[in-house]
């Protein structure tokens, strides 16, 4: 079973990746066949027909393509000559109708995407719910917390800190706990104790003793992140959390109470002492469903074009690009720790993706020619061919470059460093 696991979830990953493309150029088809636009071929895929069927007295061809990646909708107009024996009239071509209906044509596949991530949010929306919280804690009976007095839903407090790793160049998201601890009873120096959730990866791997680490500190009394206290070199250690109460009259947290806890290390790591992450788990109501999809979708969108804004703004940021080779990991990942509905969360996050990025203005895709548009509406006048010839040579081949680069870095990154 477990040899077939692999294969099923590159199948599921190839499912909705074509699902995802066929609904796009479904959007595309749609409006064409609306404005009477002369389709010859609806496709998923590209490169060699797999299978293609052309209904009795139908004017378009319906084919399934070897290449699982990328789609199209080849029209009248758009420089596929008309097969022999066939006359079209040119106002049937793509170029033979107004310029808002070719609008409305370049844009129904974003349009659909944009629909499907909101059916694909409204279906995770009714699985169960479950959010994990940095700085606040479940504790386990009859551990060291539960002696200690923590009592189960503790929020602690945390002082965030972003450090960025000179050997990887990523950004590291550390909470600092505690700036008072010791180590092997030696109260002579003060270390900090911070926790990284980086390697946190299933609700099922909570345990907090998997996420500290100690520090050094800096003569201003800071955590020194680039000084990290090796485990091996640490019999014990005593850590506080500092607890947190909601204060009504100020209207924020404050201090409450210093829980110590002394905890021993086991084979170059800390031994669990009975807290976890405090997990969370609720269900929405069929009102909560329909708001918290709007609200999906809404924060889905931000954190996209904030992203593409970051592209132009931070240049550091094309490093945490990712492409096809990503996806399929990553929604592996998720399918495997976080379950079927947060799978179904994933593929709507991707689905808007699509539909932000095509809405770029760049060649090869939707947004280049819904701005050549704009172009020809404000100015009255056609821009050349010869023009548009060259800039769509010149973006394409930086188009396919940059896809080219992300999956030389998506294959170091996923599958070379099983091999190194």
């Not at 345990?207 to 990290?228: C, I, K, T």
């Amino acid at each position: 079973m477990e040899v077939l696991l692999p294969i099923v979830y590159i199948l599921l990953f190839l499912l909705f990746l074509s699902f995802l493309i066929m609904i796009h150029e479904l959007g595309h088809l749609a409006a064409a066949k609306a404005f009477n636009v002369y389709c010859f071929e609806y496709a998923i895929g590209m490169g060699p027909i797999l299978f293609s069927r052309k209904r009795k007295g139908g004017e378009t061809k319906f084919s399934l393509r070897a290449i699982p990646f990328g789609g199209f909708v080849s029209m009248y107009g758009e420089g596929a000559e008309l097969p022999d024996g066939i006359k079209v009239d040119p106002s049937r071509s793509l170029f033979g109708i107004k310029k808002w209906k070719r609008a409305i044509i370049m844009v129904a596949g974003i349009v659909m995407n944009m629909i499907l991530a909101l059916i694909f949010f409204a279906i995770a929306n009714t699985f169960p719910q479950q959010q994990l919280y940095s700085n606040q804690l479940s504790v386990a009976p009859n551990s060291i917390a539960e002696t200690a007095g923590i009592p189960e839903g503790t929020i602690f407090k945390v002082k965030s800190y972003e450090y960025k790793d000179p050997v990887s160049e990523t950004n590291k998201l550390f909470y600092l706990i505690d700036k008072e601890a010791i180590i092997n009873n030696d109260d002579s120096v003060k270390y900090a104790v911070c926790l990284n959730y980086e390697t946190l990866n299933s609700f099922d791997k909570r345990d907090l003793s998997d996420y500290v680490f100690l520090y050094s500190l800096e003569n201003d009394g800071e955590p020194n992140f680039a000084q990290n206290v090796a485990l091996t070199e640490v019999n014990n250690a005593t850590i506080h959390f500092t607890s947190m109460v909601r204060d009504e009259a100020q209207n924020k947290y404050v201090e409450d109470q210093i829980y110590e806890l002394s905890i021993l290390t086991d084979d170059g790591k800390f031994a669990s002492f009975g807290l976890s992450l405090f997990l969370e788990t609720w269900s929405y109501d069929f009102g909560g469903v329909v708001k918290q999809t709007f609200v999906d979708f809404g924060e889905c969108s931000l954190l996209l074009f904030r992203a593409v804004g970051e592209l132009v703004t931070k240049p550091s940021s094309w490093g945490n690009m990712g492409g096809i080779i990503a996806v399929g990991f990553e929604t592996t990942a998720v399918l495997q720790n976080f379950g079927f509905g947060k799978f179904l969360f994933y593929w709507g996050f991707i689905s808007v993706n699509l539909a932000i990025f095509n809405l770029l203005p760049f060649p090869g895709l939707d947004g280049w020619q819904l701005l050549v548009l704009g172009i020809e509406a404000v100015t009255r006048k056609k821009v050349p061919e010869k023009v548009k010839n060259i800039v769509s040579f010149v973006g394409l081949a930086l188009l396919l470059a940059l896809m080219g680069f992300i999956v030389v870095k998506d294959l170091f990154r996923y599958v070379f460093v099983f091999l190194l």
